[in-house]
């Protein structure tokens, strides 16, 4: 995947390379600290490679809430489907909170363009937290408008959660295996095992993801 440097995509674009070239890294180094290694991976070398999909989740999640700021307006702009899905967040509320919904509608009509105001809430509620888990990626793919059976194509749902609770169990939990009733005396066992394959199937995932959903949106503009 490339772009222009010139191209009104190149900021999403280097997100996601960026986040390539540190999964890249990560891959190196433990190639080099495995080279003439037998056996299983020690737990110093699984951390490079759960590195990768750490990387890999955290640059899908910026590079999400970029493309949420800088392109959901025109796409707003341009689709039904996106600006009905608006409309429907306004009706709801913001959130179901009657009292900031009159405080915003009220900040709204002091400005020369009050959609703007309810804009800027909009795109607030959908990146004020973390889009690392398939719900909130769910609610993205809509709010963009885009074609869920292009970008959830095949298992790709299920395949994300499992990548998902992977990483929620190294970032949360070190991959620590606190529930084990095997023997505290061996860390190496009281640590969840990761094999290269699965972690590098993860990490793929995460960034063919955020591949398809870069190929779907300039595809909308």
Known sequence: MTEPTTSSFYPEFKIIKTAIESVNSFNLL???????????????Q????????????AGLDVFL????????????????TAKNAFKEFIRRGVNKDETKL?????????????RDVLLE????????????????????VSALALDKSVIFVG????SLKDAFIVRNQIIHE??????????????YRNRRQRTETLVEGHTTTILSF???LFVACKAQL
């Open 30 to 44: 433990y190639r080099n600290a495995r080279t003439g290694a037998g056996g299983p991976a020690t737990h110093q």
């Open 46 to 57: 699984q951390d490079l490679y759960r590195a990768m999909l750490v990387f890999s989740c």
């Open 65 to 80: 809430k970029q493309i949420i700021k800088t392109k959901l307006p025109d796409i707003l702009s341009r689709n039904t």
């Open 102 to 114: 009159l405080s915003i509608l009220a900040l709204a009509l002091t400005e020369q363009n009050p």
């Open 121 to 140: 809430e909009y795109i607030k509620s959908l990146t004020a937290g973390s889009l690392q888990a398939v719900d909130e990626l769910e609610k993205v």
């Open 155 to 158: 298992s790709t749902l299920n």
């Open 174 to 187: 070190m991959d620590i295996n606190i529930a084990s009733g095997g023997p505290r005396t061996t860390g």
């Open 210 to 212: 955020a591949e398809r």
